[in-house]
């Protein structure tokens, strides 16, 4: 926000012409973000757009978890806190649990987590109560229409394997709704947790040895970066897999469904700017995604035999050809 400073003396508007005084200097707002690892990028394109430049009126401060250690989260959420940053911006549960543990007083906007209710960051999502809001995505809701389409994908499935990040306490009522989904449809479910990327390798070799189906990859944002990794295995693998998030699909992975991430990023930027102005979180509604895309890698699918449905075919948001 722009200020300007008049100086005047007593007479001074009868005595003196009127002079226009120079404008001072925006003031600098300083942000943290805590795990800046994942699509930060449409969140900072969004802040740009609403006039905030870093270097000129914006200050970013990050702070990231070095490779295989998720425990030293709680240290950089500290260090953000003792920074004085005026607004902490997260993405996933294990950050904003982190950044909650290490203040009340500043305001926390999350990004893209499961369940917030669920897992204690706030008391409802119309009503957040505390000084944490921004978007959720997860839901029981999800889990099963994500088996539902892979199960209409290939309706000779019986066993499919979930790769989940068990750090993530939303990912621990994910895999905990997508067991329930494949009780419902009568499919056996090989739960495969990892706390780190470093256990992907291992994970691997287990999928492999039992066989699956097909796999279902959680949208964790830790193992975000990773994405490749797994997409790689399947191809070798020649492993059916569905992805939470629409980009994986895009990169090679069969099919995703899942909410806009770069959407869920740009709205935590309009979260972030209406904290710096003034609102509280507590007075903010925690937003779900409106709308869920479904992705189709037709090239993926021939690769690997497969046939896609028409009935799937025709619901698809995007194929990749």
């Known amino acids: 926000m722009n200020r300007r400073a008049f100086v005047i003396g007593a007479g001074a508007i009868v005595a003196m012409p009127v002079v226009a005084t120079a404008q001072q200097p925006a003031r600098v707002r300083r942000i943290g973000i805590l795990q800046p690892s994942g699509l930060w990028e449409p969140f900072h394109q969004r802040l740009a757009e609403l006039g905030y430049v870093e270097?000129?009126?914006?200050?970013?401060?990050?702070?990231?978890?070095?490779?295989?250690?998720?425990?030293?989260?709680s240290v950089m959420?500290?260090?953000?806190?003792?920074?004085?940053?005026?607004?902490?911006?997260?993405?996933?549960?294990?950050?904003?649990?982190?950044?909650?543990?290490?203040?009340?007083?500043?305001?926390?906007?999350?990004i893209a987590v499961g369940d917030p209710v669920g897992i204690g960051l706030v008391q409802s999502l119309a009503r957040p109560a505390g000084n944490v809001t921004g978007s959720s995505v997860l839901g029981?809701?999800?889990?099963?229409?994500?088996?539902?389409?892979?199960?209409?994908?290939?309706?000779?499935?019986?066993?499919f394997a979930l790769?989940?990040?068990?750090?993530?306490?939303?990912?621990?009522?994910?895999?905990?709704?997508?067991?329930?989904?494949?009780?419902?449809?009568?499919?056996?479910?090989?739960?495969?947790?990892?706390?780190?990327?470093?256990?992907l390798a291992q994970a691997f070799v287990a999928i492999e040895r039992e066989r699956p189906n097909a796999m279902i990859v959680s949208g964790d944002l830790i193992l975000q970066p990773h994405m490749g990794r797994v997409?790689?295995?399947?191809?070798?693998?020649?492993?059916?897999?569905?992805?939470?998030?629409?980009?994986?699909?895009k990169s090679g992975g069969l099919l995703a469904y899942g909410a806009n991430f770069a959407e869920l990023f740009r709205r935590g930027a309009d979260?972030?700017?209406?904290?710096?102005?003034?609102?509280?979180?507590?007075?903010?509604?925690?937003e779900q995604p409106t709308k869920f895309e479904l992705v189709i890698n037709l090239r993926t699918a021939r690769s690997l035999g497969l046939e896609v449905p028409p009935s799937v075919l025709l619901r698809a948001d995007q194929v990749i050809e």
């Open 77 to 110: 959420a500290r260090q953000l806190v003792e920074m004085k940053v005026e607004v902490i911006v997260t993405a996933g549960a294990v950050a904003t649990r982190a950044a909650k543990e290490a203040t009340t007083a500043i305001p926390i906007v999350m």
């Open 163 to 199: 790769l989940w990040n068990a750090s993530n306490p939303a990912n621990r009522i994910y895999e905990r709704d997508t067991s329930s989904a494949a009780r419902a449809l009568h499919v056996t479910m090989q739960s495969v947790p990892v706390t780190h990327p470093g256990q």
């Open 140 to 159: 029981p809701e999800t889990a099963m229409k994500r088996l539902e389409l892979l199960k209409e994908f290939m309706p000779r499935l019986t066993k």
């Open 55 to 73: 270097g000129r009126n914006l200050v970013v401060e990050q702070r990231s978890v070095p490779e295989g250690k998720p425990e030293q989260i």
């Open 271 to 286: 979260y972030t700017d209406r904290i710096l102005k003034g609102a509280k979180p507590a007075d903010l509604p925690v």
């Open 231 to 249: 997409i790689d295995f399947a191809r070798r693998a020649q492993l059916p897999v569905m992805y939470q998030n629409p980009e994986q699909a």
